[in-house]
């Protein structure tokens, strides 16, 4: 498949969602992809800010736009108080804001990490992942639809990040992680009703978003609980195909490239790597791989393949002298391409998107580094945000406006007069 096919294979797969709304994580197609050209690439806290707004309390989700309305999750510290805030694309001003109350008490890393998923929209419904208080739908005036309270408590050191997935009359979520003790699953429900059509039980799962992607003219669900790599019939849930070489831990949603049928699937804690190619085998071990790297730098931000190469940003934890930054690797052997001679400022948790040739990357303290799409390291721009801030969130853009959510305020950039 030459690249002008498979670009046409990923913009099909967006007609559903205009690539001027960007209505879930990662924008329509889930892998990162803005099918848009004239987006700012030059920022400041005065310069090209079209509003800013203060965040009545912080959270780790990045904001998913349709149209005139911005939606974003928050939550108190302790988790005790989860809310989905609908925006006024316009200015920024709250249209409505649902609350949810869960006094229980919730594992995660800090108290403030408990408005982590994103949510996701079809422009009629918005449906949001509250962790252990549950899964809830909304029109877009605020009125609840449904609700699912019954996905059990997780868990986990690190919390729960994985964003719900619209698919046709399905919404897809991967529940948990809840430390092996039940409630791990993906699960499916009809987006109107929130009747569970299938669900997939999983000893353990992980804080990566599934995506969907189109292999030999098959829609199949990607997704990677511990340890491996797998493909459903996302209309049923029956397993296509799994792949082994993975670790326990799992922060990064599966890519995959149409032009070459390669998926890539990324540990994070310092653990593997892998890339397969795509040949209708049941199950791929680790001799069936195009490249496997068991020991790498950290990934929690999800990476993006562009053309022949996929593009992560790592950090490495370790000594402040030790580089941490963009990586590019040959798609199809593994091959690490771009050398870091300088240690980037901030280590980054958000994901990559790609707009026309160019990779932005938004890092933990609030500066957007824009790459050059290329197998050459090329920094095209940096861009920083009000000292003092900080974020784990990623970009998110529509109609030529980028939103950046931080701990204290959500952005809109834009260039528009």
């Known amino acids: 498949m030459n690249r002008l096919v498979a670009l046409v294979a990923l913009l099909a797969f967006a007609a559903d969602a205009s690539a001027d709304n960007w209505p879930a994580w990662r924008g329509p197609t889930g892998q990162g992809y803005c099918f848009e050209k004239d987006v700012p690439m030059k920022w400041s806290p005065t310069e090209n800010v079209k509003w800013k707004i203060k965040l009545p309390y912080g959270g780790n989700s990045t904001p998913v736009v349709w149209n005139d309305r911005v939606f974003l999750t928050i939550a108190n510290k302790g988790g005790t108080l989860r809310s989905l805030m609908c925006l006024d694309r316009a200015d920024g001003k709250e249209l409505w804001k649902k609350d949810i109350n869960y006094p229980e008490k919730e594992q995660n890393w800090t108290q403030d990490w408990y408005g982590n998923a994103s949510p996701t929209t079809d422009g009629e419904r918005v449906v949001v992942s509250l962790g252990s208080a549950g899964m809830y739908c909304y029109d877009f005036k605020g009125n609840e639809l449904w609700k699912r309270t019954d996905l059990g408590k997780w ?24 430390n092996g003790k039940g409630g791990n699953q993906l699960l499916a429900v009809n987006k109107k009703t929130g009747v569970t059509v299938w669900k997939v039980d999983e000893k353990f799962t992980s804080w990566g978003t599934p995506i969907i992607v189109q292999i030999d003219g098959k829609d199949q669900l990607l997704y990677s609980p511990a340890y491996q790599l797998k493909s459903v019939d996302p209309k049923t849930g029956t397993e296509n195909w799994v792949c082994e070489g993975l670790m326990e ?53 999800s990476g993006i393949i562009v053309g022949d190469h996929v593009y992560i940003y790592e950090e490495n934890g370790g000594a402040i002298s ?96």
Not at 155 to 176: E, K, M, R
């Open 322 to 417: 030790q580089p941490i930054g963009p990586k590019c690797f040959d798609l199809k052997t593994g091959k690490e391409l771009w050398k870091l001679e300088k240690r980037f400022s901030g280590s980054n948790w958000g994901s990559m998107v790609h707009v026309d040739g160019k990779l932005y990357v938004f890092t933990r303290d609030c500066t957007t580094y824009i790459f050059k799409a290329s197998p050459k390291l090329e920094l095209l721009a940096t861009n920083k945000l009000d000292k003092g801030e900080s974020t784990n969130s990623s970009p998110a853009i529509s109609n030529g406006e980028i939103f950046l959510r931080t701990n204290r305020a959500l952005w809109c950039i834009s260039e528009k007069k």
């Open 155 to 178: 868990q986990h050191n690190f919390g729960n990040a994985s964003s719900p997935v619209l698919y046709h009359d399905l919404c897809i979520l991967l529940c948990g992680p809840n």
């Open 249 to 301: 831990y799992v922060y990064t949603s599966p890519l995959y490239s149409p032009e070459h049928k390669i998926a890539v699937a990324m540990s994070g804690y310092q653990k593997s790597a892998l890339a397969v190619k795509i040949t209708g085998s049941a199950k791929y071990t680790k001799s069936d791989l195009l490249w496997h790297h068991p020991s790498n730098d950290q990934r929690v931000g």
